[in-house]
């Protein structure tokens, strides 16, 4: 055996009550990041997930229109005008996901 082979220990097994690990995608609405709204794809389904406990099937193409209604909807439960409200207090609903400026060019 070579001299320079480092052998780590194996990993410590996990409790039964962890479940994962996971892997999450941001859902981005409207050139906004949803909070507590997430997703992945899945065969020929996209699942969109609220709260890490709610999770629903869209075909591809309907699962676009399904974030900007859910989108919506929390933001309005949230006491928002709509998921593009700048503020509440101090805070808008959603962050922009990304904004740069154009410095007039």
């Given at each position: 055996?070579a001299d320079?082979?480092f ?9 039964d ?43 591809h193409?309907l ?43």
């Amino acid at each position: 055996m070579a001299d320079n082979v480092f052998h780590l220990p194996p990993p410590p097994e996990q409790p039964d009550f962890l479940v994962g690990p996971f892997e999450t995608w941001k859902v981005c609405v409207e050139g906004r990041l949803i909070p507590r709204l997430t997703g992945f794809r899945e065969g020929d389904q996209t699942f969109l997930v609220v709260d890490e406990r709610f999770a629903v099937a869209f075909p591809h193409d309907l699962a676009r229109s399904a974030a900007w209604l859910i989108a919506n909807a929390m933001a309005v439960s949230e006491g928002y005008s709509h998921l593009g409200a700048e503020q509440k207090g101090a805070q808008p609903f959603a962050p922009k996901a990304m904004e740069i400026p154009d410095h007039g060019r």
